[in-house]
């Protein structure tokens, strides 16, 4: 089993940035990819981007591409997303996936392809 807790989040103002970190334990030799999802009220978790936990390769939305940067520190089993350049549709509860199995391209945006999840961590855009 693979646990992870996201943490970052907070409040900061349109234009701004925001780090977050999401910090992985258990059997992290088992994960495939790592990825960050958000959810809005009333909304469906959305997919925001992903990193391969072996290679570094990357996929994000179109919504985020040119703003965030998604990297992971393997010696940390951690994963963070940078956040540049926020809008106020960016305001959402942020959440940290694990798979463990290949995935890759459109199975990616689906919930049902990620094994683990974390607990949650709120990004609030002010404009």
């Known amino acids: 089993q693979v646990q992870l807790v996201e943490s970052g989040g907070g409040l900061v103002q349109a234009g701004g940035s925001l780090r977050l970190s999401c910090a992985a334990s258990g059997r992290t030799s088992s994960t495939y990819v790592m990825g960050w999802f958000h959810q809005a009220p009333g909304l469906e978790r959305e997919f925001v981007a992903a990193i391969k936990w072996s290679g570094g390769s990357t996929w994000y939305a179109n919504s985020v591409k040119g703003r965030f940067t998604i990297s992971r520190d393997n010696a940390k089993n951690t994963v963070y997303l940078q956040m540049n350049s926020l809008k106020s549709e960016d305001t959402a509860v942020y959440y940290c996936?694990?798979?463990?199995?290949?995935?890759?391209?459109?199975?990616?945006?689906?919930?049902?392809?990620?094994?683990?999840w974390g607990q949650g961590t709120q990004v609030t855009v002010s404009s």
């Open positions: 996936a694990a798979a463990f199995r290949f995935i890759t391209g459109q199975a990616m945006a689906s919930m049902g392809s990620w094994d683990t």
